[in-house]
């Protein structure tokens, strides 16, 4: 079994997290700008030997799961963390209104059906923890979902889903998959000067909502949502970190980091060859030297 990283971000174990309590700008003495851009440059650099040894050991899976409000930087920190790694060993997906298909299934379906096999590593912007998010802050989506039974207390339902999604983490990493877990916590006065940046730059319309916006309303609401969540998902097979993201290259920084310091802890090395495997090496060099 996995065991968690340690890391000032890391989110306890025992149910004591808050979010009131959270930072949502980096401590005091962080290193500069440029310190920041080469720490995330020399993390990326050791992200990229990792994933080469993950993916020719073939026997672990690598899953990382992104969670934010709307413009916490989930699309950037995964674009800059992984800009290094071969894009043949590594599977992003967004999850977004399910469709009527995954409507048609459990809540853990459309996310189970995208696990990362062995030698790769799975990104989940957006993930499973939408149905314990979202649809907590807005239950009416549960009509869309025809349940078979809904309890008259709904925090029963959030509460079986979540213990229903630390179970399923709990089968992945007994499996043999490192499942990675990152709220980017952004503030929400930095949220609104990011929409603000997208309205005032064209080439950002393209990510502008009104809808995003109007979500503000229920920032309380999101907020408790994240609370109860992590308390009752964070565990040492399975951890959350929640990082400050109102300092993009902080956060990014930080979450390569984590990364690193939780795959070193696998053991991952190239394959051992075996003696028959080397004389075929040397027969293969041999023949080659020869021509």
């Not at 502008?208 to 040492?236: C, G, H, I, Q």
């Amino acid at each position: 079994m996995f065991r968690a990283a340690d890391s000032p971000w890391l989110v306890p174990f025992d149910g004591s997290f808050r979010v009131a309590g959270a930072a949502t700008a980096p401590p005091d003495g962080t290193p500069s700008e440029d310190d920041l851009e080469a720490r995330l440059e020399n993390s990326v650099d050791r992200l990229r030997d990792l994933q080469r040894m993950l993916y020719a050991q073939d026997r672990i899976a690598v899953l990382l799961v992104f969670q934010a409000m709307d413009a916490g930087g989930k699309d950037s920190t995964i674009r800059h963390v992984m800009t290094g790694v071969n894009p043949a060993g590594c599977q992003v997906y967004s999850f977004k209104q399910p469709s009527r298909e995954e409507l048609d299934h459990d809540f853990l379906w459309r996310t189970a059906k995208r696990l990362p096999e062995r030698g790769r590593i799975g990104i989940f912007n957006r993930s499973h923890y939408e149905e314990v998010l979202v649809v907590r802050v807005h239950p009416e989506f549960l009509e869309a979902q025809r349940l078979p039974a809904r309890p008259d207390d709904l925090g029963e339902l959030w509460a079986r889903r979540c213990e229903a999604i630390a179970a399923w983490e709990r089968h992945l990493a007994e499996s043999g998959t490192l499942v990675l877990k990152f709220w980017l916590n952004v503030s929400r006065e930095e949220q609104r000067r990011r929409f603000l940046k997208r309205l005032r730059r064209p080439d950002k319309h393209w990510k502008f909502s009104l809808s995003d916006v109007r979500e503000r309303r229920f920032w309380d609401d999101y907020m408790r949502a994240y609370e109860d969540a992590l308390n009752r998902t964070s565990r040492t097979w399975a951890p959350w970190y929640a990082i400050p993201a109102d300092d993009k290259k902080f956060m990014r920084m930080t979450v390569a980091d984590i990364i690193v310091d939780n795959l070193e802890t696998c053991g991952l090395a190239y394959p051992a060859l075996s003696d028959a495997a080397r004389s075929e090496l040397e027969e293969g060099r041999r023949a080659l030297e020869a021509e």
